[in-house]
């Protein structure tokens, strides 16, 4: 918190502060105690930035899953030439 100096890192406001932790705690434990492993939010955007995270992950998967059906197309593609 000291770090951000008590003011919300995206919209600068002092209300209702929270910390949000950029690792989260059940995938690193040892990270718990270490300072650095936060910035400073208000409610607002705090909630903003999980939705922003969701929607990474969400990103992400659907990425993967695109590479999955081409495996398959190629895969299909391949047996009917035989
Ligand atoms: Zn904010
Ligand atoms: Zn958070």
């Known amino acids: 918190m000291r770090r951000d100096r008590f003011m919300c890192v995206e919209c600068k406001s002092r209300e209702d502060l929270q910390v949000h932790h950029i690792v989260p ?25 999980h939705k922003y995270i969701r929607q990474q992950e ?8 695109v590479v999955r059906k081409k495996e ?4 299909r593609r391949r047996k009917r030439k035989k």
Not at 25 to 49: M, Y
């Open 25 to 49: 705690w059940s995938k690193n434990v040892d990270l718990r105690v270490i300072d650095d492993n936060g910035i400073t939010l208000c409610p607002r955007c705090h909630i903003d930035k």
């Open 58 to 65: 969400a990103a992400s998967r659907k990425e993967s899953d």
């Open 72 to 75: 398959r197309e190629t895969e």
